[in-house]
């Protein structure tokens, strides 16, 4: 009896975790690779997700946690519009000032704004 208690409370449990669960990264979008001018980009998508703190809104700053976050592109064009800066504005923001934010706080951290830093980023194959 007690063990058909406790399989019907871990049953709960298991598809209540499931269906709390929050947006995963989807398959084969764990890392996310830029081709630009400048060389590739290389984002470790899924890595940077898990990081304390970091919610899926914290990039998809439209994201209301509805199905999936649309991609940047959606709305930031490769030029700036009325609305929305471009792509590249962005996306560098959006990296840069989370990473400056570590550094400031004597903390591991990606690449920051600066000219020496484009390469940490971009790498020539
Ligand atoms: C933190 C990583 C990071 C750093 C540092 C960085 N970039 Fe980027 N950059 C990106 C990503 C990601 C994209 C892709 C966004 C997009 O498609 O426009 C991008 C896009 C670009 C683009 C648009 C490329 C294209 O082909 O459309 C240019 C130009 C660019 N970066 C220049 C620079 C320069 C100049 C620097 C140094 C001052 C720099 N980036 C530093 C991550 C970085
Ligand atoms: C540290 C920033 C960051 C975090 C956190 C983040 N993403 Fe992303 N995500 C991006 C960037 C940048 C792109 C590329 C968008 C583009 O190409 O326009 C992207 C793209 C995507 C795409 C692809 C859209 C497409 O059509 O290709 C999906 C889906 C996605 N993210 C889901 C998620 C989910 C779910 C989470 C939370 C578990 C999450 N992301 C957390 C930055 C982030
Ligand atoms: C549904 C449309 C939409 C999507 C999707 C979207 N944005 Fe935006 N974003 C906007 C609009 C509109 C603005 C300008 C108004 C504002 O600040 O809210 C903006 C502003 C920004 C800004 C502040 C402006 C600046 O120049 O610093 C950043 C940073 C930014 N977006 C980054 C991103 C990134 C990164 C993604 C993808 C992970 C993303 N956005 C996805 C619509 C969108
Ligand atoms: C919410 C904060 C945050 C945002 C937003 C963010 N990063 Fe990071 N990133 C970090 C932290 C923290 C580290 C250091 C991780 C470590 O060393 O363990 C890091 C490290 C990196 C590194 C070094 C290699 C690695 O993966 O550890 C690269 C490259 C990088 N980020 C690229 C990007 C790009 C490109 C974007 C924008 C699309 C971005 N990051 C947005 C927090 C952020």
Redesign the pocket.
Known sequence: MARRILIAVLATMIVGMFALAAAQIPEGKEVLKFETKMGT????HA??SG?EG?ECA??HHTYEGEGLPQACSECHAKKATEKAPKLQKA?HD??W???Q??ADAG?????VKGAKNCK??HVKG
């Open positions: 980009v290389t984002f470790e890595k940077h990081f970091v914290t990039c996306v959006t990296c000032s989370c990473h934010k570590h903390e591991k951290h990606g690449p940490q980023c």
